[in-house]
């Protein structure tokens, strides 16, 4: 195997494996220059434009959040909704945006999963050893997430509006309602991010979100009236997180600004990220 | 046992000058109860090829990724090219590459993709990222799968595309743990001479293995290693040296005279002669090969016709039976859970 004279010719049925040429692989070593660090927003969007790529090549991976939602939501509305809001139109109105957060606060845990992935399979390895902002690593991953919660959030609002969801606030209030969820979203995903570093396995990381999200999103206003629940119940979907970004995003689609209530999602996304970027960072940094 | 020889290796003056490539003192590095690296010493000349040779388990890969950065020491000191891997971790990365045991690419990725997102990491920008791409899957053999998935690769596929993405910036020192382990002959030796172009180009290369034959083969010197300390360092000769000459398998053409081969060969070489589970081979360990000429002419001088013989070199197993006296196993493989 030492240098060949002649290039492999492409007319000939040549395997996927040419040979390798030492005097090739000298040729490339011949650059000596260092290019300089990229920055911080570089570094991030690149890794963004991986998971875009992923998309690209496992198409498979947006039937979480193109499928699964569109069953909820035909589901809930149809099956409960006359029961749960009165009539089917009436429920609508106020599940839309309601299932609308619960599917994107559910796909959230699979930025941990695929972190998970990432470190058990190595590649986090090499992004790791290279000389640029370690950060960009997650941040990039939670872009490229982003795009995936903006799928799944087209498509639950086109449904929602096929099937007689009817906004007030129109098209500018349904875009506000997105962005604050996608806001939340992008801060929640930090709790998942630790969890996907700190758990051994796919499925441990999957298990414990899965614990977490379920109750969080069931016992919220998503789903029911909470006026009709036992009262230390009220309590509790008072105080959960989920319900105040539920809030939030049906009163920008019912086309109305309340400005506590977008502090409020504000606070805990600020909170979130806080407390669980640092923690996050600092594992994956201490990562054996 | 030491078999550092003091005197400095010729040919290389600009050495004594500048910092080693690496330089490491005292490492160690827990998991638990176990202590993976224990004390490790090591010091890595600038230029060539370094083989670091011990068995599964031996802390190998734990300390590859010390030096990498990957894993931060529980206690000890490294320098890359003067840099401490703990203070000045940027430093250190900028100058190394390190090529897993297990591809560290992503496997959904094309190979050209994989490129294409290290070299934008490291700065090259969009245009230069994606010659270089084309540049090293040219280099590699790798053109015709470019644009395939990478989990469609073969192991010798992966391999060199592996190595590839620790070359998108020429490091200074590349570290390759283990990377022949699995491989058919066919992809090592392609890997062994894509080592070699490297070591041309003035990169070193610090590579682990098992395989003494391999270190033999690569290596200017050999650090073996062993529950997590260095028990023996030097060039291929010395430690070859210490071990002794090596290993004669011989099988004569008639089974019955098996026994009579045994004793004259055990005779002519001064050292005992085993049988082997094939009825018509015998083996034995040499302390001097220079006396099987003699063996054989004691044999054939007998009238015992042999059918097939070779000498071997000692192998991993018997080096570490000479220098550890405990077989070249150990019961838990550490590494594997970093």
Known sequence: MTATTTPPSPTATAPAEAPVAAASVLA???????????????????????????????????????????????????????????????????????????????????????????????????????????????????????????????????????????????VPGLVAGVAVLLVFAFSLSWVWTLLGLVLETEKAVMG????????????????????????????????????????????????????????????????????????????YRLQD | MTLTDTQPQGGRPAAALAPPAIEARGLVKTFGETRAV????????????????????????????????????????????GHDVVAEPDAVRSRVSLTGQFASLDEDLTGRENMVLLGLLLGLGRRRARARAVELVDAFGLTEAADRQVKTYSGGMRRRLDIAASLVVTPDVLFLDEPTTGLDPRSRNQVWDIIRALVTAGTTVLLTTQYLDEADQLADRIAVIDRGRVIAEGTPGQLKASVGGGSLHL???????????????????????????????????????ERVAHGLVELSRAGISVSEMSLGQPSLDEVFLALTDHPATTPDDTEEAA
């Open chain 1, 28 to 170: 490339v070593l011949a650059s000596g220059d260092r290019p300089a660090r990229p920055g911080p927003l570089s570094s991030s969007l690149t890794h963004g434009w991986r998971a875009l790529l992923k998309i690209k090549h496992v198409p498979e991976q947006l039937f979480d959040v193109t499928m699964f939602p569109v069953m909820m939501l035909l589901l809930f509305t149809y099956l409960f909704g006359g029961a749960l809001g009165g009539s089917t139109q009436e429920y609508v109105q106020t599940f839309v945006p309601g299932i609308l957060v619960s599917t994107v606060v559910m796909i959230t845990m699979y930025t941990g999963v695929g972190l998970n992935n990432d470190m058990q399979k190595g590649v986090s390895d090499r992004f790791r050893s290279l000389p640029s902002w370690r950060p960009a690593a997650i941040v990039g991953a939670l872009l490229g997430d982003a795009v995936r919660y903006t799928i799944a959030s087209v498509v639950i609002l086109g449904l929602g509006v096929a099937i007689g969801f009817r906004p007030e606030g129109g």
């Open chain 2, 38 to 81: 224990d004390g490790l010493d090591l010091v890595v000349p600038t230029g060539g090829v370094y083989g670091v040779l011990g068995p599964n388990g031996a802390g190998k890969t734990t300390t590859l990724r010390m030096l990498a950065t990957l894993s931060v020491p529980d206690g000890g000191t490294a320098r890359l090219l």
């Open chain 2, 251 to 289: 099988r004569v053409a008639d089974p019955d005279e098996r026994f009579a081969a045994v004793r004259i060969l055990s005779e002519a070489l001064g050292t005992e002669v085993a049988i082997e589970a094939d009825p018509a081979a015998v083996s034995a360990r040499l302390e001097d090969a």
């Open chain 1, 208 to 283: 414990t979100s899965m614990m977490i999200l379920f109750p969080l999103t069931f016992a919220s206003n998503i789903y029911v009236d909470p006026e009709t629940m036992p009262s230390w119940l009220q309590g509790v979907v008072e105080v959960n997180p989920i319900s105040r970004v539920v809030d939030a995003v049906r009163s920008l689609m019912a086309g109305s600004f309340e400005a506590s209530q977008l502090g409020w999602v504000t606070v805990a996304a600020v909170a979130f990220v806080a407390v669980f970027a640092p923690l996050t960072m600092r594992r």
